[in-house]
């Protein structure tokens, strides 16, 4: 499934004070394949929903150029778009019985190149699996793997409901769950893995299978965050919950006058004080814009509690989750700010990302330590200098966001994942590299200038004992091992399931693109002094 791998980015294009946020056989393993000649059987089995560039040319460059990032609109020998999951499992059939190498998208989200597309194969995309249904007791949301969050949360919010999925809007559910899944409810109700009771999965071999913590629970253990290594996920059955309107929104900071001092004692107060404080969310943002030649910073803020009677606005700050962050603090007011009482679509609707453009997500975990923040401020701002005058980008952001134990709290008491936080000893923040650029020509330009950042602050982290294993995995770009980062046990729990679940390695040998189980935990370390 797709790594969207964001969650979320919230850099855009900013110009003034404008933001545009906007199955094998089971007795042997396969060996890989392409040049794949399965599109002629897919179209005799599913005529109406299979194309390629020669036949229905139009949907299927649609399909190529819907992708988020430009360098993910590789070119599949055909796509196929399955509307059911009786769908998936005759497709996973047909390909695993020739050896085709494919992959799945749900979104269309993901930034590791070939994660959820692939320029030699069949590209399965999901996307026309969309439904979202509210049980009759309002308990359990279903949502299909090819949704979008914007259109679940439309579904929901109607319904006075929600569950905890993606911050922006134009994500897939599929690949933002396997992931992980960050979100504004995790310090209630922990990631968005953590909240799928039942997962309905097409295995390697067409068949499908529900994994739940009663029927096949290894499986449902390993598919929270184990990406596209397990099965293809055919639907998600959500915990629900009541949720009204909620307050948030952005808050832009004047340049020439914020403190990044403060921003980062406010959030390292803030990421100390979430278990007290379940209802804030909290994401502090800076991005430099190559047009402008200037540093916006920028802060999202979201509270998920009982809006009713407080007065929330623009200046009304909810208390005491923001009180560090409010007007009336050091901080100061924003200069611009989008901050209202709205629902669920509407706050996730702003947090899209402009389009034509390749962008690269890198991410590394370090503990919530003020000192660590502005040391780590300090080499973001070296390095930039050294590349800004350079042509080959048109933003460079970054993103720090909390992650406190008790989102890892929430995760156990639903019955765990395999994301290993629950080995980190403390609070911790998440840390987002985000840079947008134009043109293919510097793709490995900017593979370089990630590998030496991320470099240098791995370095610099694990010199003074605050680096964490943890690597997001729905931010990690091709040279960071995520499922490695989740420590021996968690890659065993993933590598057992596979044993059992995908005996043909289905998932490892004809879907080559994401992070695989053969490379977890074998990666080097970035190379960087600190």
Same mark, same amino acid.
């Given at each position: 499934?797709?790594?969207?791998?964001?969650?979320?980015?919230?850099?855009?294009?900013?110009?003034?004070?404008?933001? /545009?946020? &906007? *199955?094998?056989?089971?007795? %042997?393993? !396969? #060996?890989?394949?392409?040049?794949? =000649?399965?599109? $002629?059987?897919?179209?005799?089995?599913?005529?109406?929903?299979?194309?390629?560039?020669?036949?229905?040319?139009?949907?299927?460059?649609?399909?190529?150029?819907?992708?988020?990032?430009?360098?993910?609109?590789?070119?599949?020998?055909?796509?196929?778009?399955?509307?059911?999951?009786?769908?998936?499992?005759?497709?996973?059939?047909?390909?695993?019985?020739?050896?085709?190498?494919?992959?799945?998208?749900?979104?269309?989200?993901?930034?590791?190149?070939?994660?959820?597309?692939?320029?030699?194969?069949?590209?399965?995309?999901?996307?026309?699996?969309?439904?979202?249904?509210?049980?009759?007791?309002?308990?359990?949301?279903?949502?299909?793997?090819?949704?979008?969050?914007?259109?679940?949360?439309?579904?929901?919010?109607?319904?006075?409901?929600?569950?905890?999925? /993606?911050? &922006? *809007?134009?994500?897939?559910? %599929?690949? !933002? #769950?396997?992931?992980?899944?960050? =979100?504004?409810? $995790?310090?209630?109700?922990?990631?968005?893995?953590?909240?799928?009771?039942?997962?309905?999965?097409?295995?390697?071999?067409?068949?499908?299978?529900?994994?739940?913590?009663?029927?096949?629970?290894?499986?449902?253990?390993?598919?929270?965050?184990?990406?596209?290594?397990?099965?293809?996920?055919?639907?998600?059955?959500?915990?629900?919950?009541?949720?009204?309107?909620?307050?948030?929104?952005?808050?832009?900071?004047?340049?020439?006058?914020?403190?990044?001092?403060?921003?980062?004692?406010?959030?390292?107060?803030?990421?100390?004080?979430?278990?007290?404080?379940?209802?804030?969310?909290?994401?502090?943002?800076?991005?430099?814009?190559?047009?402008?030649?200037?540093?916006?910073?920028?802060?999202?803020?979201?509270?998920?509690?009982?809006?009713?009677?407080?007065?929330?606005?623009?200046?009304?700050?909810?208390?005491?989750?923001?009180?560090?962050?409010?007007?009336? =603090?050091?901080?100061?007011?924003?200069?611009?700010?989008?901050?209202?009482?709205?629902?669920?679509?509407?706050?996730?609707?702003?947090?899209?990302?402009?389009?034509?453009?390749?962008?690269?997500?890198?991410?590394?975990?370090?503990?919530?330590?003020?000192?660590?923040?502005?040391?780590?401020?300090?080499?973001?701002?070296?390095?930039?200098?050294?590349?800004?005058?350079?042509?080959?980008?048109?933003?460079?952001?970054?993103?720090?966001?909390?992650?406190?134990?008790?989102?890892?709290?929430?995760?156990?008491?639903?019955?765990?994942?395999?994301?290993?936080?629950?080995?980190?000893?403390?609070?911790?923040?998440?840390?987002?590299?985000?840079?947008?650029?134009?043109?293919?020509?510097?793709?490995?330009?900017?593979?370089?200038?990630?590998?030496?950042?991320?470099?240098?602050?791995?370095?610099?982290?694990?010199?003074?004992?605050?680096?964490?294993?943890?690597?997001?995995?729905?931010?990690?770009?091709?040279?960071?091992?995520?499922?490695?980062?989740?420590?021996?046990?968690?890659?065993?729990?993933?590598?057992?399931?596979?044993?059992?679940?995908?005996?043909?390695?289905?998932?490892?040998?004809?879907?080559?693109?994401?992070?695989?189980?053969?490379?977890?935990?074998?990666?080097?370390?970035?190379?960087?002094?600190?």
């Amino acid at each position: 499934m797709m790594r969207s791998r964001i969650c979320m980015t919230a850099f855009a294009a900013i110009s003034s004070s404008i933001i /545009g946020l &906007a *199955g094998a056989a089971a007795d %042997g393993a !396969l #060996t890989s394949a392409s040049n794949c =000649s399965q599109c $002629a059987s897919l179209e005799s089995a599913f005529p109406a929903k299979t194309f390629s560039s020669t036949d229905q040319p139009q949907l299927y460059q649609q399909d190529v150029a819907s992708y988020f990032s430009v360098q993910d609109r590789l070119h599949p020998t055909c796509f196929v778009t399955p509307t059911s999951t009786n769908d998936v499992s005759k497709i996973v059939g047909i390909l695993s019985k020739a050896s085709c190498q494919f992959a799945i998208r749900s979104g269309g989200h993901g930034l590791p190149i070939g994660a959820s597309n692939i320029a030699d194969g069949v590209t399965i995309d999901l996307s026309r699996m969309n439904d979202v249904t509210l049980s009759a007791d309002k308990k359990t949301a279903a949502v299909g793997p090819g949704a979008k969050w914007i259109h679940v949360y439309n579904v929901l919010d109607a319904q006075g409901y929600a569950i905890p999925g /993606g911050r &922006a *809007g134009n994500v897939g559910v %599929g690949g !933002l #769950t396997t992931g992980g899944g960050n =979100s504004f409810f $995790a310090a209630r109700y922990g990631f968005a893995c953590d909240n799928v009771k039942n997962f309905e999965v097409v295995l390697g071999n067409g068949t499908v299978v529900q994994a739940n913590n009663k029927t096949n629970p290894d499986l449902f253990i390993a598919l929270r965050g184990s990406s596209n290594n397990l099965g293809i996920v055919t639907r998600f059955d959500f915990v629900a919950f009541k949720q009204g309107d909620l307050w948030g929104g952005l808050a832009i900071y004047d340049n020439t006058t914020v403190k990044p001092q403060q921003h980062l004692k406010a959030l390292v107060d803030f990421t100390n004080n979430v278990a007290k404080h379940p209802f804030g969310s909290l994401i502090v943002l800076w991005s430099y814009m190559k047009s402008t030649d200037s540093v916006t910073f920028l802060n999202l803020y979201e509270y998920t509690g009982n809006v009713t009677g407080l007065g929330l606005g623009p200046t009304k700050f909810p208390s005491p989750e923001f009180d560090d962050f409010a007007p009336s =603090s050091p901080i100061g007011p924003p200069v611009v700010n989008t901050l209202r009482v709205a629902n669920l679509s509407s706050l996730t609707g702003e947090l899209n990302s402009p389009p034509e453009l390749s962008n690269l997500y890198a991410s590394i975990t370090f503990s919530n330590n003020l000192t660590v923040l502005s040391h780590v401020a300090k080499i973001l701002n070296d390095e930039l200098n050294k590349f800004k005058s350079q042509d080959f980008f048109v933003y460079a952001g970054v993103q720090f966001q909390p992650l406190p134990r008790v989102f890892t709290q929430h995760s156990l008491e639903r019955g765990g994942n395999v994301l290993g936080l629950d080995r980190e000893p403390d609070n911790s923040i998440i840390f987002l590299l985000d840079i947008a650029w134009n043109g293919a020509q510097y793709d490995e330009k900017i593979r370089q200038v990630a590998d030496e950042v991320i470099g240098k602050l791995q370095a610099y982290a694990r010199s003074v004992g605050a680096l964490r294993d943890f690597q997001y995995l729905n931010y990690a770009f091709q040279d960071l091992d995520p499922l490695g980062s989740y420590g021996p046990a968690n890659i065993q729990k993933i590598k057992a399931a596979a044993a059992k679940y995908d005996p043909g390695q289905v998932f490892q040998k004809l879907v080559p693109g994401g992070f695989k189980l053969a490379d977890a935990g074998k990666k080097a370390p970035l190379p960087g002094k600190p």
